[in-house]
């Protein structure tokens, strides 16, 4: 049971350049979630999909999009990568929102030079 | 929005010695509170939960935590850490509006031998 997969797990992009990190679960979860961790701010919500065909923004949505492909994917797209946008990005998902109890991904390394 | 605090941002204890883990949250009705860690490498996971009923909690790996309502706060403990403890503690209130967890900023924990 792979759990939470995202990929890829590092990637460094030059100013201005485009990406899109990827996430699927097998569980089954209707909710997924991207966060992004950095140092001394802890864990802050980018976007989030309560159940498929449905996503909204969280704390920190500028500069960023996602798409729920399906129930099992849900991508984070950065259009004009900027070095502000150079983070640890947490991709994670729970059965239902209001459980609170999220399974995560192990992280996306992104550097923005 | 629900906000939490997190007052201790690294702590170093001996093994044996006693932990507790201070946080508060903003939100001062129905709250969901939580408790994860991030071990070296790794991806977060659920320490423990508390949701309502018998305020004391108890998690995995002998943590405990105790939701006091009239302080807004629910700090960890642990009565005798080891070396294996070594980890970043998050602490994290459901946020009933987006149905998403909102982080606290962490507390790197350093367990020496």
């Known amino acids: 049971n792979a759990g939470v997969t995202q990929t890829p797990k590092f990637q460094v992009l030059k100013t201005g350049q485009s990406m899109t990190l990827q996430c699927a679960q097998d569980m089954n979860h209707n909710s997924m979630y991207w966060y992004r961790q950095d140092p001394g701010m802890g864990l802050r919500l980018i976007y989030y999909?309560?159940?498929?065909?449905?996503?909204d923004k969280g704390e920190v949505p500028n500069g960023y999009n996602v798409s729920r492909l399906n129930k099992r994917e849900f991508s984070l797209r950065l259009e004009s990568a900027a070095p502000s946008q150079t983070s640890v990005y947490f991709c994670?998902?729970?059965?239902?929102?209001?459980?609170?109890?999220?399974?995560f991904g192990e992280g996306s390394r992104l550097t923005v030079l | 929005a629900q906000s939490v605090s997190q007052h201790n941002h690294h702590v170093i204890l001996s093994e044996a010695a006693s932990l507790e883990l201070g946080c508060n949250y903003s939100y001062g009705g129905t709250v969901n509170l939580f408790w994860y860690v991030q071990y070296p490498g790794q991806h977060l996971q659920l320490l423990l939960k508390?949701?309502?009923?018998?305020?004391l909690v108890k998690g995995i790996k002998g943590f405990e935590a105790e939701f006091i309502k009239s302080k807004f706060s629910f700090n960890l403990r642990k009565p005798s850490v080891q070396w294996s403890d070594t980890a970043e503690y998050f602490c994290a209130v459901m946020d009933t509006g987006r149905r998403a967890l909102t982080f606290g900023s962490g507390t790197r924990l350093q367990v020496q031998p």
């Open positions: 994670a998902s729970s059965m239902t929102g209001s459980t609170g109890e999220l399974f």
């Open positions: 999909s309560a159940s498929e065909g449905t996503t």
């Open positions: 508390y949701f309502s009923g018998d305020p």
